[in-house]
């Protein structure tokens, strides 16, 4: 698994050595929003990240990838020469085993598998449903954005605007985000404030994420990977594009370090980054559970 590991770290190392940040997202293509499978329900986790980085990487608009036995019982043919894409799942299984008391317990196992998936891009003779995916409508750059107000006010977040600066402060638990008009676009608004919102879905009576104390300290810099790669998810569950922040440049250098020495550190940040998007969509109304019972996404 390390061979894979470093794979995917490698691709995303390169990708923000030459200034381009794969959770970047827009919705002009058909490829915005989440990775799908073949029966359109969406990746989650890392696999998130490398599929997009893939589809960014090669010039894919589309959003659905499949495994080769996938898309021949679907009708379709793989092209000649098209490459595929690692995805990663997740599962675990119940073992009995003896404790240090000589005790006869369950333990649940963890496991991770890789499987190959092609772009539809290089799939032909499909159903049409796989082609011409509708991606989100235009909207006003400057308008405000329904959904994700609704979304945002369904958390309980106590945020307040107004000022130059948009940071979360853990010691009173509440968000401060300048004023909408302040904002270059709707867009880099709530993608500033779902940032901080996943920050404070971290807090210790929620999700109870280690923070950092300071700037260079490495702990914080996590979160901040944690948080924008959160907020990257939560714009494509909204149809948002997701603008980096200008002010997370300085960031990027600890990123790439980071990742060089460890090659499941961008696993563990998609992970967390999943958990935070997935608490706050369970804050909202008729939230319903999206993990299947006994497989989950990687993280």
Known sequence: MTKQYQAVTDRIVAMLESGVRPWRQEWKGGAGGRPLRSDFSPYRGANVLNLWAAAMSRGFTSRIWMTYKTAAGLGGQVRKGAKSELAFYVGAVTRERENSNGETVEATIPFMKTYLVFNVDEIDGLPGQYYG???????????????????????????????????????????????????????????????????????????????????????????????????????????????????????????????????????????????????????????????????????
Not at 165 to 181: G, N
Not at 201 to 221: C, M, N, Q, T, W
Not at 272 to 290: D, F, M, N, R, T
């Open 133 to 299: 995916l509708e991606t989100a409508p235009e909207r006003e750059p400057d308008a405000r954005i329904d959904a994700a107000d609704a979304f945002i006010g369904h958390t309980g977040a106590v945020i307040h605007h107004g000022g130059g600066r948009a940071f979360y402060r853990r010691s009173t638990d509440e968000i401060h985000l300048p004023e909408f008009e302040s904002f270059t676009s709707a867009a880099a608004y709530y993608g500033t404030a779902l940032h901080e919102i996943v920050h404070w879905s971290g807090a210790e009576k929620r999700l109870d994420r280690e923070k950092g104390k300071i700037f260079a300290d490495p702990v914080y810099a996590f979160e901040e990977l944690i948080a924008e790669l959160g907020a990257a998810y939560l714009c494509a569950d909204l149809a948002v594009s997701a603008e980096p922040r200008e002010d997370h440049a300085s960031y990027l250098a600890g990123w790439i370090k980071a990742l060089k020495a460890d090659n499941k550190a961008i696993f563990r940040a998609a992970s967390y980054a999943e958990k935070a998007a997935g608490y706050l969509h369970s804050l909202q109304p008729a939230a319903v559970g999206e993990e299947a019972e006994g497989e989950r996404e990687a993280a």
